[in-house]
């Protein structure tokens, strides 16, 4: 089962925050959030694991709520280089697989 | 550390012609995932190996599509014939352990971009 990103595409500027949801409709065991860059591959920012935890490393951070089978990727004070594909891939079920979502087009303007 | 390495990185081929593209993952890396991405989506799991052994094909179209890991380290995916629909990025990535709950994620390739005419 796919994952639903929201937004599909935002845009905004050097210094604001931006938050990227990502939903399913089933039970999730584990969320990754990734970042691709035109033509370039998918990097791997962060996972989460059931437990409802939250985890961040510099100005990016992501929650799991478990009980919405949701995740949210939070990101502040963003940089130019912030800009880019942000894709959820959420594990559901006990088959180990990883499914993502379409993708949140996120465009960070001077 | 040298990251999933792919070739080609570029291939246009006439329809109904067989392609085949190959993948090193990074060294160690027991378990690797061949992913098609088409334009605007995410990434679609094609096929997941265990060291040399498919544990999940079940997203491969078997009637044309053919991936082989040897020796569980580099991997080959095979489309023959090839048809118009099979343009996509093809993308390898590998991880550590076994499932999706690694601390490190999945290192991604840069992909290999198919154009079927």
């Known amino acids: 089962q796919q994952p639903v990103q929201s937004p599909q595409a935002m845009i905004l500027r050097e210094g604001e925050d931006a938050v990227i949801n990502c939903s399913s409709s089933k039970a999730l065991y584990s969320v990754h959030w990734y970042r691709q860059k035109h033509g370039e591959a998918p990097v791997f920012l962060m996972i989460l694991l059931k437990g409802g935890e939250q985890k961040g490393h510099d100005k990016i951070s992501a929650s799991f709520n478990e009980k919405k089978q949701q995740s949210s990727l939070y990101l502040t004070a963003s940089q130019l280089s912030y800009s880019g594909t942000y894709f959820c891939g959420t594990e559901s079920g006990s088959n180990y697989k990883l499914t993502f979502g379409k993708g949140t087009l996120l465009t960070v303007n001077p | 550390e040298a990251g999933v390495v792919q070739s080609p990185r570029y291939k246009i081929i006439e329809k109904k012609q067989p392609v085949a593209f190959w993948c090193n993952p990074i060294?160690?890396?027991?378990?690797l995932y061949w992913y098609r991405q088409n334009l605007g989506q995410g990434p679609e799991l094609l096929i997941r190996y265990e060291n040399e052994e498919a544990v999940d094909d079940s997203q491969l179209p078997k009637d044309r599509f053919s991936a082989e890991r040897l020796k569980g380290v580099d991997s080959t995916l095979k489309i023959q014939p090839a048809e118009l629909g099979d343009s996509a990025v093809y993308l390898c990535?590998?991880?550590?352990?076994?499932?999706?709950?690694?601390?490190?994620?999945?290192?991604f390739g840069s992909g290999t971009r198919l154009t079927v005419v």
């Open positions: 060294s160690g890396h027991n378990t």
């Open positions: 990535a590998s991880s550590l352990d076994f499932g999706p709950r690694v601390d490190y994620g999945y290192t």
